[in-house]
Nanobody, 119 residues
Framework: QVTLVESGGGLVQPGGSLRLSCVASESILSIYAIGWYRQSPGKQRELVASITSGSSTNYAASVKGRFTISRDNARNTVYLQMNSLKPEDTAVYYC?????????????WGQGTQVTVSS
């Protein structure tokens, strides 16, 4: 069982920045991939960015060039640096960990953190 705790959300003006943190209850080196997802009212949850244990990254087209995902293995933490924020980035942001147990994969979700971009 992996517990993920997000933090860092809040209210920010358009063009501003926020950094989200996702802290895992165990070494993130044991987790195959950790991703940031977001969901706004009436929309499906979507992938924002992900990073593997080998530090390969993937970004949604809508955030490429503005958001950066990174990891600190010593702190068991994955970050999402969000710059040039837009009102359409407003959503609840969730952290998901994908852990492999042999051939099986289990997904673990955090509780989410609200990001609101508004003037």
């Amino acid at each position: 069982q992996v517990t993920l705790v997000e933090s860092g959300g809040g209210l920010v003006q358009p063009g501003g920045s926020l950094r989200l943190s996702c802290v895992a209850s165990e070494s993130i080196l044991s987790i195959y991939a950790i991703g940031w997802y977001r969901q706004s009212p009436g929309k499906q949850r979507e992938l924002v960015a992900s990073i593997t244990s080998g530090s390969s990254t993937n970004y949604a087209a809508s955030v490429k060039g503005r958001f950066t995902i990174s990891r600190d293995n010593a702190r068991n933490t994955v970050y999402l640096q969000m710059n040039s924020l837009k009102p359409e980035d407003t959503a609840v942001y969730y952290c998901k960990g994908e852990k492999l147990y042999g051939l099986a994969r289990y997904d673990y979700w955090g509780q989410g953190t609200q990001v609101t971009v508004s003037s």
